[in-house]
Nanobody, 120 residues
Framework: QVQLAESGGGLVQPGGSLRLSCAASGSIFSISAMGWYRQAPGKQRELVARIDSVRRTNYADSVKGRFTISRDNAKNTVNLQMNSLKPEDTAVYYC??????????????WGQGTQVTVSS
C-alpha cells in the first residue's frame, strides 16, 4: 500500500509565502515524476509544477518565478515553496506521484489535498 500525505496549507495574506510538503510512504521501490496540482472551486484540476527523477521541472505559466518545486529522493518527499501568493492561488493543492512498488507495478497516486487560501 502506497500513500501520499500532504502538509503545510493554510491561510496567508496576499504577497505572503507558504511551503507545502508531501511524503510518500509504503511499499515503494522507486518514484519517477512527482508534482503538485490544484483545484479551485468551480474549476478543473490543473498542473502547478512537476519534477522528474533527475530534477527536471516544469511549471504552470501562472506560477513561474513565484513557486519552486523540489524533491528529496532519499526521503521520498516533494515540496512546493510558494512566494508572492495571490488570491487567485486559492485552491486545494494535491500531491501526485508515479510510484513503482515492490511488485514492480507502477501506478499514479494522489494525496488527499491541502487547502491554500490567500486573502486579506
Amino acid at each position: 500500500q502506497v500513500q501520499l500525505a500532504e502538509s503545510g496549507g493554510g491561510l496567508v495574506q496576499p504577497g505572503g509565502s507558504l511551503r507545502l510538503s508531501c511524503a510518500a510512504s509504503g511499499s515503494i521501490f522507486s518514484i519517477s515524476a512527482m508534482g503538485w496540482y490544484r483545484q479551485a472551486p468551480g474549476k478543473q484540476r490543473e498542473l502547478v509544477a512537476r519534477i522528474d527523477s533527475v530534477r527536471r521541472t516544469n511549471y504552470a505559466d501562472s506560477v513561474k518565478g513565484r513557486f519552486t518545486i523540489s524533491r528529496d529522493n532519499a526521503k521520498n518527499t516533494v515540496n512546493l515553496q510558494m512566494n508572492s501568493l495571490k488570491p487567485e492561488d486559492t485552491a486545494v493543492y494535491y500531491c501526485n506521484a508515479d510510484i513503482r512498488d515492490f511488485y514492480m507495478s507502477t501506478k499514479n497516486y494522489w494525496g488527499q489535498g491541502t487547502q491554500v487560501t490567500v486573502s486579506s
